[in-house]
């Protein structure tokens, strides 16, 4: 485990999610209010990237099937999703954002 700098804070904007790469793994990272949230970026039903998604009211819906996962635990809650999504601990430093994984 070893934290990335992947993005500044400037990238995400409020209400948003972005798609990065931390050695090949693909990770979505939220602005919820100001505060930054990292999730695996593919969605466990099938194959989509949550970060082509919606964000709303803390969660993330899938673009294929419409499953909606919680962003900041991970929990799959609606749709066809059954498998809850993978979180990763997030941290900012200066206008920096650091993942670990
Ligand atoms: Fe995400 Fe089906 S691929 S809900």
Same mark, same amino acid.
């Given at each position: 485990?070893?934290?990335?700098?992947?993005?500044?804070?400037?990238? /995400?904007?409020?209400? !948003? /999610?972005?798609?990065?790469?931390? !050695?090949?793994? =693909?990770?979505?990272?939220? *602005?919820?209010?100001?505060? @930054?949230?990292?999730?695996? *970026?593919?969605?466990?039903?099938? @194959?989509?990237?949550?970060?082509?998604?919606?964000?709303?009211?803390?969660?993330?819906?899938? +673009?294929?099937?419409?499953?909606? @996962?919680?962003?900041?635990?991970?929990?799959?809650? !609606?749709? =066809?999703?059954? !498998?809850?999504?993978?979180?990763? +601990?997030?941290? /900012?430093?200066?206008?920096?954002?650091?993942?670990?994984?």
């Amino acid at each position: 485990m070893a934290w990335h700098s992947v993005a500044k804070t400037s990238d /995400v904007t409020e209400g !948003e /999610v972005i798609g990065v790469e931390i !050695e090949g793994t =693909p990770i979505a990272i939220y *602005n919820l209010d100001g505060e @930054f949230f990292a999730t695996h *970026n593919v969605c466990t039903h099938a @194959f989509a990237l949550l970060s082509d998604g919606y964000v709303d009211d803390g969660k993330i819906e899938c +673009p294929l099937h419409q499953g909606i @996962f919680d962003i900041r635990s991970g929990k799959a809650e !609606e749709g =066809p999703v059954d !498998e809850d999504l993978q979180t990763f +601990p997030v941290k /900012v430093e200066g206008d920096a954002l650091l993942i670990e994984i």
